[in-house]
């Protein structure tokens, strides 16, 4: 079984998401679905800060935290708020290829040196700002990842629906992902 799935029609779409906002994000962004209009947000999405994604959605649709990754391990208040007070049941857990947050020690050099050059940064500051904050941000495997991620925040939010997903920045597509 293959493990990213292309949502390239509704049939695609696994049978626990169809009819869920889950599903809809796939019809809206993968398969150009016209714009609801909506006036409170169905969803919440976590996905990385990288610059290369772009999601069609409508407007109000979702609640959006964007952190490195997708690692939303140290953004829980943000979660049980967007749940307790936003209202929302369902999470999508968006990774991506050639995510920077994939071996981060590799670039390790070039994070001190820009640190020091572009922020003005002591050297030694920089050094132990990586080596504190780069175990936690460190993420293995993008699909991996995101997977472990889904599985943590359904055992923290039991009644919340998670769905981990794959962006790929060369086609700009969602997938979703066999687990
Ligand atoms: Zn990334």
Redesign the pocket.
Known sequence: MKRLVEIKTIGDIFPEYKGTPIGLLLEYHNLNKKLDKYSQAQLLIGM?M?NRKHLRIPDNFSYIIRA??ANLRYSEFKISYAIAVGGVRYIVLIG?NK???VNLIARKEQFIKGLVENAGWEKEWAEEHFMHFAPMFEIGNEIDFVISEAKRLRLRYPKITVAPMLYNVDNSKLHLINE
């Open positions: 990385c990288d490195g990754g991506h995510c920077g947050m």
